[in-house]
Structures are given as C-alpha cells and as structure tokens.
C-alpha cells in the first residue's frame, strides 16, 4: 500500500530546517567574529605590550569543527556542542581583554605622566603624546587592522604591524623625553614618572644632585620618599 506526502508537511518541514539552520548558523557567526577579534588583540598585544597572552589553543579548531558540521547539516550535533563552545570563546575573549585593559591602563598613566612633564620641558610633540593617551583610552584598534578583502593570516600580520608602530611611537617619545637627562638618571626619572617611590638612601650622592639640578626638581620633591 503506497502513502501520499503531504506537500505542504513537506514544505513546512523544509521551512523549519532552514529557521533552524539560519539560527545556527548566526550563533556560530558570532562566536567566529569574537574568535577572530581575540586572536588578532592577542597579537596587537605581542606588537604594542611586548606580551604573549596566553588562550586556550583548541577554542579556534573547536569553531571551526562546529562549522564544518553545520556545513554538513548535522544540526543536532552543532546543538549539543554550541553551549560548551559559546564558553570556551567567551573565556578566552574575556581573559584576553582583561589583560589588555590592565595594560592599557598603565601605559595611559605612564603617557599621562609624560604630558605633565613635557608641559615643564616642552621636548616631545604635546600632539603626539595627546594621540598615544586618545588610542590607549578609546581602544579603537579595528579601523587599524581590518579592511575589506584580507583573510586572517593576513590580519594578523596588520594587528602585530599597528602595535609595533604604536610601540614605536611610544618609545620615540620615551627617548625625545628622557634622552636629555644624564644616564646616571635617566632610568629614575622614568621610573618616578611610572609613580614607582624611589628610596633617598637608595640613591648615590652623584645621582642626588643630577637629580636635584635637572628639570624634574619639584616632581622629585613629590615622588621621593
């Protein structure tokens, strides 16, 4: 005995299938774009900070192994692994940018502290230093790194490029604002201007009165204890 199909069951199961494909497909598109964006801050950080943040090696592959599956319909399967997915993303997002926001906010302090002194000795651009502590605080990488056409691999290599530049930048500007004072100071006054309190019995006699007849005088008088 044959049976008739329903055309219309038919139809409403097909239109389920793609509700349901569509559905998984935008969470995993997510979850693809905060992988991707992870990966390159990590290597904006290797750039700028000098610092390899540590994540989760198999997060990438296991997006990755979800998409292929979607790609081969198993839509049961990329249901089960989506929950444990979204977490293993979702942490190694948050500890990559965690890392990033301590970072940042010592170099914006150290950047701050490098204005108010440059306001006393006027050597480095007040622009350039304004532009450094602007990108530290707003943290507005991607207009940098991302175009139109590059795949990841090339992304990678802008993320790293712009930190190494912006590396640069800061130590140019560490070399314009430091590199006047005597090398016997040269290192404490930095270290004063990263708010570290300096020892008077550490210091020698000689490093005393540099330290004392150089433009940083009443800043000492603030940050030596």
Do not use: C
Request: zero cysteines.
């Amino acid at each position: 005995m044959s049976t008739e199909t329903d055309p219309l069951h038919d139809q409403l199961l097909d239109v389920q299938e793609e509700h349901r494909r569509r559905h998984l497909s935008d969470e995993l598109d997510e979850l693809s774009e905060t992988m991707e964006e992870t990966i390159l801050q990590r290597h904006l950080a290797k750039g700028f900070f000098k610092e390899e943040i540590t994540i989760d090696s198999k997060a990438k592959t296991r997006v990755q192994d979800v998409l292929d599956l979607l790609e081969n319909e198993e839509y049961e399967k990329v249901e089960t692994q989506l929950n444990g997915l979204e977490e293993t993303v979702e942490t190694a997002a948050t500890t990559v940018e965690n890392r990033i926001q301590e970072l940042r906010l010592k170099h914006n302090s150290t950047v701050a502290a490098m204005r108010r002194l440059n306001r006393k000795v006027e050597r480095v651009n007040e622009t350039r230093l304004e532009a450094l502590e602007e990108l530290l605080g707003d943290w507005r990488w991607k207009a940098h790194v991302y175009d139109n056409e590059s795949g990841l691999s090339t992304l990678k290599q802008n993320a790293n490029q712009y930190g190494k530049e912006m590396r640069d930048a800061f130590e140019d500007m560490k070399d314009e604002l430091f590199g006047a004072y005597p090398e016997e100071i040269r290192n404490l006054v930095f270290r004063m201007i990263e708010d570290e309190r300096l020892s008077y019995d550490d210091l020698s006699q000689n490093q005393r009165q540099e330290l004392a007849n150089s433009d940083v005088s009443e800043y000492i008088e603030l940050t030596l204890s």
